[in-house]
Each structure stands twice: as C-alpha cells, then as structure tokens.
C-alpha cells in the first residue's frame, strides 16, 4: 500500500513578544518564526491491520499515542472512511524539548501526508484548524512561510521579504519544559511597542529583530546559555537569541564557512550538539 518519506523541519524564533495572559491559561504572542533545514524523517505507510501506530525509538519521546504524530493521524484518520492502518515511522534528527518545534513539525508533516495518502482533500486553512488542537506551532509548519506569528501562534502573516541566512543551532543538553518556562514567566508590556517590518535584508537586520521574552526564565535557570550566546558572537554571528522556551541557542550568519567553523569549535570545546543549518 501507499508510502510517503518526509522531512520536517525544525523552527527557530527571532521574535518571541508575551503580550499577556489570556482567561484560558494561554499566553497571547507576537512571535517572527523561520524554518531551518535540521529535519526529522518521517515515513508514513498505509496498510490493511487497523490502528495507528508509531515508532521513534529516542529517549524522551513516547511511541504510541503519547506522541503527538500519533495525535495527528487519529484526527485525520477519524475523517475518513477507509478501513485502513497507519503506520509511523520518525528518524528524530531535531533536539527534543529544545525550543525548535520538533514535534509540532512531526505532527504538521503526519497531517499533510496523512491528508494526501487518504486523499481526504482537505485545504492547507482546514489542516491548521486541527493542528492547533494538537499544538500551537503546528499551523506554522502548515503554513510553509517565514511567519509574523500572533495569538498564540495560529494567526500568521508570511514575511515575504527575508533573506537566506545560516543559522547555528547549540543544545547544551538541557531539557526545558514549555510549560515550566510559561509558569515561571514575569510579564512585562514594553516589547508590544516595537514595530516589525514585513521584510529585511541582512543578518544585521535580523540581528535588531532578535528577542525573546521567555530568554530571562530559561537562561535565569541555566546560566550556561549566555556563555553559549556569547561564544556564537565571539566566532563572529550577527546576533544570537534561545529558541522558542529553550534550551537551544542560536547565532544568525551571512556566511557559510563562518557558520561551519563556529559550529564545528563550539562542539569541539564544548562536546555540545552544535550545527550549521540553512534557513528555509
Ligand atoms: C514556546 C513556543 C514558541 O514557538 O514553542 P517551543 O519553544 O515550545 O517549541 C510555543 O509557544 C509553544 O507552544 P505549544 O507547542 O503549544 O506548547 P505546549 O508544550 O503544548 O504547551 C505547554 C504549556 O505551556 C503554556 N503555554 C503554551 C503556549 C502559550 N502561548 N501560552 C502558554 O501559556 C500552557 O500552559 C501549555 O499547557
Ligand atoms: N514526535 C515528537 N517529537 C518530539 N517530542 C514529542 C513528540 N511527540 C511527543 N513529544 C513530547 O513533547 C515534548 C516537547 O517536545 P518538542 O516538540 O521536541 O519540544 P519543543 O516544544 O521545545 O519544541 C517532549 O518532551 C516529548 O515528550
């Protein structure tokens, strides 16, 4: 029976502004979302034995329906009237728990893939009504755009204007729960005033956009990660910011032999999972 091979990609944040808490518990944002070429595989196969079932073999991640691609295909697969099997295999590649949208991404790809294999049809606007049930990052990947994020993540707007930049992705090692990291969140109103522009040309210009109302809590609890922000700008990046709730730091380069060179001292000093990607 039919079988797809897909990528899915991780995500960094050049921008992530806490605008306030809402009634829900959720945190409104204002958040710019860039794709990087660090990918999961993921291989989805329809078959005849009912069921779902998914297989990651990584520490940290549940097989089963603990995963949320599980969660992905039981939406889609509760649409349709096929009497068919869905079998999930994920090559992890992205850091887990790291800020980079993982297994938002992983979710994102089962729900255009498991929409193609069962050609249920549905439009990309459909796909991220179920993903954002499933995660809030999710419709971002749907979305395939570098992205001015809002609410808490599901209303975008592409930023059709950004150059192609690389970016070298750092991970201590460190595990940081995103709901941690929102708990221990102090609010403060001042970033709402900043303006951001629907396009930009350079690293450097990247580099003003870079902040992250949720850098303080994590960093506050794992001080190691301004040291690895200031070694990405000692080996010569335009800005460096943590992703997402952390842990993973990240510098932004014009230049690929530069971004290679850092990448390759930082895990040779360090011992770190440290890479150069491209933006997407
Ligand atoms: C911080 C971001 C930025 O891109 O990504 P990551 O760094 O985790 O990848 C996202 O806001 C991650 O959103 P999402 O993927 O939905 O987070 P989850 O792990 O499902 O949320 C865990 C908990 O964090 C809190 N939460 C989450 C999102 C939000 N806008 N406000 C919140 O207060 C909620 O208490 C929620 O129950
Ligand atoms: N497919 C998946 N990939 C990664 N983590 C997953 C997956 N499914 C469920 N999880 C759980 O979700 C948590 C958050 O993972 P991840 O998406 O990698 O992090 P982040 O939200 O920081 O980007 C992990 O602790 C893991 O237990």
């Known amino acids: 029976m039919a079988k797809l091979h897909l990528l899915a990609p991780a995500k960094v944040n050049y921008r992530l502004d806490v605008l306030g808490k809402r009634p829900d518990g ?16 993921v291989i989805i196969s329809l078959n005849d034995v009912p069921g779902i079932r998914v297989t990651c073999g990584k520490k940290g991640v549940p097989d089963g ?47 255009m893939g498991v929409n193609d294999l069962l050609d249920l049809n549905l439009s990309d606007e459909r796909l991220m009504e179920i993903g954002v049930k499933l995660g809030a990052d999710v419709p971002f990947f749907i979305f395939k755009k570098t992205a001015l994020a ?20 750092v991970n ?13 969140l102090r609010l403060t109103t001042k970033q709402a005033d900043f303006i951001i522009r629907g396009s ?44 997402g709730s952390g842990a993973t730091v990240f510098g932004i380069f014009e230049e690929e032999a530069i971004a290679q060179k850092a990448a390759t001292e930082i895990a040779a000093a360090q011992g770190w999972f440290s890479v150069a990607v491209k933006t997407i």
């Open 172 to 184: 201590p090692g460190i595990h940081v729960p995103t709901a941690w990291v929102y708990q221990n």
């Open 26 to 41: 959720y945190h409104d944002l204002r958040m710019v979302m860039q794709r990087v070429d660090l990918c999961d595989e």
């Open 65 to 111: 329906p603990g995963n949320i691609a599980w969660r992905a295909a039981d939406a889609l697969l509760q649409l349709s009237d096929k009497a068919v099997g869905i079998d999930i295999a994920i090559n992890k590649r992205i850091p887990v728990a790291a800020g980079l949208g993982g297994g938002s991404s992983d979710a994102a790809t089962v729900l």
């Open 200 to 243: 930009y040309s350079s690293a450097a210009e990247v580099a003003e956009l870079l902040s992250n109302d949720l850098e303080p809590v994590t960093c506050g609890k794992h001080p190691v990660l301004n040291e690895l922000k200031a070694m990405l700008l000692e080996a010569g990046a335009a800005g460096s910011l943590m992703s």
């Open 150 to 169: 809002e609410g808490v993540g599901e209303k975008l707007t592409a930023m059709e204007s950004m150059p192609a930049l690389w970016v070298v992705l």
